[in-house]
C-alpha cells in the first residue's frame, strides 16, 4: 500500500483517486477548500480530503492535477517538501505552451528545483476512460508516461496497472513534450468520430 497525495479534486483526481481506493491505495486529497468537498467525501468514503501540506506531508507519491497555471506556483510554494517525493504531473499547458519546446513537466521539475523526481503521466487519457481501463471491444487502453529516473518510472508503471491500465513508457521526461501536443489532437479527433470522450491513444505491436 502507498499513500497517495492528490492535489486537485477535479474529475481527473477524483477518478485517479476511486481507482487507487479501489486498488488498496491510501488516498488523500489536498485542497484549498476540503470543507467544501461533501460530495467528494461522499464518493470516495475511504478516501480522506484536507489542506495541501497536510496531505503532502502524509504522503509518498504526489499527483499533481490542478490546473496547468496553478502547478507551477504550487510547487514553488511547496518545493521543499516536494523534493522528497515522486510527484506525478498530469496537468496539461495546451495553448500555454503553444511551440512545444519544453514540456509542462519540465516546467513543473524546474518549479520544484534541484533533486525534483517528477514523472509525466495520465496527460492523454480523458477523465471518463478512468473507469473503464478495457474499452468497449474489451481493449486494454494505455497510458503514456514519461521520466527520467528509471526506479520512478517502474513505481509510476505500477500504479498504472493498479488502475487496470497497461503502460507505455515513452522515455525521457523531454519526450513529454510529445505528450502535451498529443492531448488537443486527441480532443480534436475525439470531436471529429464522434468518441464521446471515450477515445484513447493506443500503441499497437
Keep these: 500500500m502507498i499513500t497517495i497525495a492528490l492535489i486537485g479534486a477535479g474529475r ?15 488516498v488523500i486529497f489536498g485542497s484549498r477548500t476540503p470543507h467544501e468537498k461533501t460530495d467528494l467525501i461522499a464518493a470516495i468514503p475511504d478516501a480522506r480530503v484536507t489542506m495541501y501540506a497536510d496531505a503532502l506531508a502524509e504522503s509518498a507519491i ?3 492535477t490542478l490546473p496547468y497555471l496553478e502547478v507551477a506556483p504550487f510547487c514553488r510554494a511547496h518545493a521543499d517538501v516536494l523534493r522528497e517525493r515522486l510527484v506525478i504531473d498530469i496537468s496539461n499547458p495546451f495553448d500555454h505552451l ?32 478512468l473507469p473503464a481501463p ?12 514519461a521520466g527520467d529516473d528509471e526506479d520512478d518510472k517502474r513505481i509510476v508503471a505500477g500504479l498504472i496497472a493498479d488502475l487496470g491500465f497497461r503502460p507505455i513508457d515513452c522515455g525521457m521526461l523531454r519526450n513529454a513534450r510529445i505528450l502535451d501536443g498529443m492531448v488537443p489532437l486527441i480532443i480534436e479527433l475525439d470531436r471529429r468520430y464522434g468518441g464521446t470522450w471515450q477515445t484513447s491513444w493506443k500503441l499497437l505491436p
Excluded: C, S, Y
Design 12 to 26: 481527473m483526481a477524483r477518478g485517479l483517486g476511486a481507482g487507487w481506493v479501489r486498488a488498496g491505495h491510501r
Design 98 to 129: 503553444p511551440d512545444n519546446r519544453v514540456a509542462g513537466a519540465e516546467v513543473t521539475r524546474d518549479a520544484i528545483g534541484p533533486g525534483a523526481r517528477v514523472v509525466a503521466a495520465f496527460k492523454t487519457n480523458f477523465a471518463a476512460t
Design 62 to 64: 504526489v499527483v499533481v
Design 134 to 145: 478495457l474499452n468497449a471491444d474489451g481493449v486494454q487502453r494505455d497510458v503514456l508516461f
